[in-house]
């Protein structure tokens, strides 16, 4: 097995490649001491995991712990639409492009999704949806989607988030927010979670940590409990209800004490900063967007991508124009950064 790992690796594929937290791995190790109830039931670590998340949320919110992100979005959606209804979201939100039909499939409602240049939703942008309302041969557009951070690595500021919140409720409509990478906006906003979704109007959070190191597991969070009534059938009949739920749970404590998501999110966030101030200055590179967060996409040469990603793998993002991701991970560092920046220019002088 070691033969197969290279300690020293680091790619900027996605920061779904990077490790764990050491932090979370001893949590995992505290935790496996004993035996615990199954299923989070009775157990004193879902107690504090729910009163760690009603600080961080409010008093109103209720947590459920679920397995993954696909599961986390697809269950939230689950709860709050029924099949004839839609859900308004980007064109290339993670909950159209990356989850293999899934929120169709299980909640049996339809994807209505809307080209956004820079990837975020405007409320104009749903107004054709309502014009259906009470009309019985469409769907009816229930509840409105955004990733912050998106996935073309852009934020949406909390004004932003309000307006659509507000617009939603003001037509009988929820709003959903994907956070699998929430860290990394609220740390790139300088805001807390609660300023970023209960306070600015989000109804139900899908709560990611696996990108910004923990090892599994998702969190749905619902801003108002009354909403989230019955869902523990929803996660069960969802195949997402973990018999061993203390890991999970475990991780999401530590990860909310002491700021280690914070921690975390700003190492990420700045190291892409340096990668794209970096990069854009090597000739021939050129950023295609500003770094919000902890994603640079850049232009780079054809010819040059496939002998870079030999070096350091990252995915092109639209071959047609040569743009690349580069994601940056809470244990990326200035070597790695200092590294890949070394070769792209090695290899942009023809070596």
Same mark, same amino acid.
């Given at each position: @097995?070691?033969?197969?790992?290279?300690?020293?690796?680091?790619?900027? =594929?996605?920061?779904?490649?990077?490790?764990?937290?050491?932090?979370?791995?001893?949590?995992?190790?505290? *935790?496996?001491?004993?035996?615990?109830?199954? +299923?989070?039931?009775?157990?004193?670590? @879902?107690?504090?995991?729910?009163? /760690?998340?009603?600080?961080?949320?409010?008093?109103?919110?209720?947590?459920?712990?679920?397995?993954?992100?696909?599961?986390?979005?697809?269950?939230?959606?689950?709860? #709050?639409?029924?099949?004839?209804?839609?859900? $308004?979201?980007?064109?290339?939100?993670?909950?159209?492009?990356?989850?293999?039909?899934?929120?169709?499939?299980?909640?049996?409602?339809?994807?209505?999704?809307? +080209?956004?240049?820079?990837?975020?939703? /405007?409320?104009?942008?749903?107004?054709?949806?309502?014009?259906?309302?009470?009309?019985?041969?469409?769907?009816?557009?229930?509840?409105?989607?955004?990733?912050?951070?998106?996935?073309?690595?852009?934020?949406?500021?909390?004004?932003?988030?309000?307006?659509?919140?507000?617009?939603?409720?003001?037509?009988?409509? +929820?709003?959903?927010?994907?956070?699998?990478?929430? =860290?990394?906006?609220?740390?790139?906003?300088?805001?807390?979670?609660?300023?970023?979704?209960?306070?600015?109007?989000?109804? *139900?959070?899908?709560?990611?940590?696996? /990108?910004?190191?923990? @090892?599994?597991?998702?969190? $749905?969070?619902?801003?108002?409990?009354?909403?989230?009534?019955?869902?523990?059938?929803?996660?069960?009949?969802?195949?997402?209800? =973990?018999?061993?739920?203390?890991?999970?749970? =475990?991780?999401? *404590?530590?990860?909310?004490?002491?700021?280690?998501?914070?921690?975390?999110?700003?190492?990420?966030?700045? @190291?892409?900063?340096?990668?794209?101030?970096? #990069?854009?200055?090597?000739?021939?590179?050129?950023?295609?967007?500003?770094?919000?967060?902890?994603?640079?996409?850049?232009?780079?040469?054809?010819?040059?991508?496939? /002998?870079?990603?030999?070096? +350091?793998?990252?995915?092109?993002?639209?071959?047609?124009?040569?743009? $690349?991701?580069?994601?940056?991970?809470?244990?990326?560092? #200035?070597?790695?950064?200092?590294?890949?920046?070394?070769?792209?220019?090695?290899?942009?002088?023809?070596?």
């Amino acid at each position: @097995m070691k033969n197969l790992i290279s300690a020293s690796y680091k790619g900027f =594929a996605s920061d779904n490649w990077s490790g764990v937290s050491p932090e979370v791995l001893q949590a995992i190790v505290d *935790v496996n001491a004993g035996h615990h109830p199954a +299923y989070g039931e009775n157990d004193p670590f @879902m107690d504090l995991a729910t009163q /760690k998340f009603r600080e961080v949320f409010g008093d109103k919110s209720r947590v459920f712990f679920v397995y993954n992100g696909t599961g986390a979005n697809v269950l939230a959606l689950q709860q #709050l639409v029924r099949s004839w209804e839609g859900v $308004v979201t980007p064109h290339s939100s993670h909950l159209n492009e990356d989850e293999a039909g899934a929120p169709e499939k299980f909640s049996g409602s339809k994807l209505l999704t809307v +080209y956004c240049e820079d990837g975020k939703l /405007k409320p104009a942008q749903i107004e054709p949806f309502i014009q259906s309302f009470g009309f019985q041969h469409h769907s009816q557009a229930k509840l409105v989607s955004i990733s912050q951070v998106t996935e073309l690595g852009t934020l949406y500021s909390l004004s932003e988030i309000k307006a659509l919140a507000d617009f939603a409720h003001s037509n009988n409509m +929820y709003l959903h927010m994907d956070g699998a990478r929430i =860290a990394n906006a609220a740390a790139a906003l300088g805001c807390s979670f609660k300023e970023m979704t209960t306070d600015c109007g989000v109804d *139900v959070i899908s709560f990611g940590g696996t /990108k910004n190191g923990l @090892m599994f597991g998702e969190a $749905v969070v619902f801003t108002d409990e009354k909403l989230a009534e019955g869902f523990q059938y929803n996660r069960k009949q969802g195949m997402q209800l =973990a018999s061993k739920m203390r890991y999970i749970i =475990a991780q999401f *404590v530590t990860y909310l004490e002491n700021d280690l998501w914070k921690y975390n999110a700003l190492n990420a966030n700045q @190291m892409a900063r340096l990668l794209g101030e970096k #990069l854009s200055d090597l000739p021939g590179i050129s950023l295609s967007r500003p770094v919000e967060a902890n994603g640079v996409f850049a232009i780079i040469p054809k010819d040059v991508i496939p /002998k870079l990603q030999k070096k +350091y793998f990252f995915h092109v993002w639209d071959e047609s124009k040569n743009e $690349v991701r580069l994601m940056c991970s809470f244990d990326t560092n #200035l070597s790695d950064v200092e590294g890949f920046v070394s070769a792209a220019a090695k290899l942009m002088n023809g070596h």
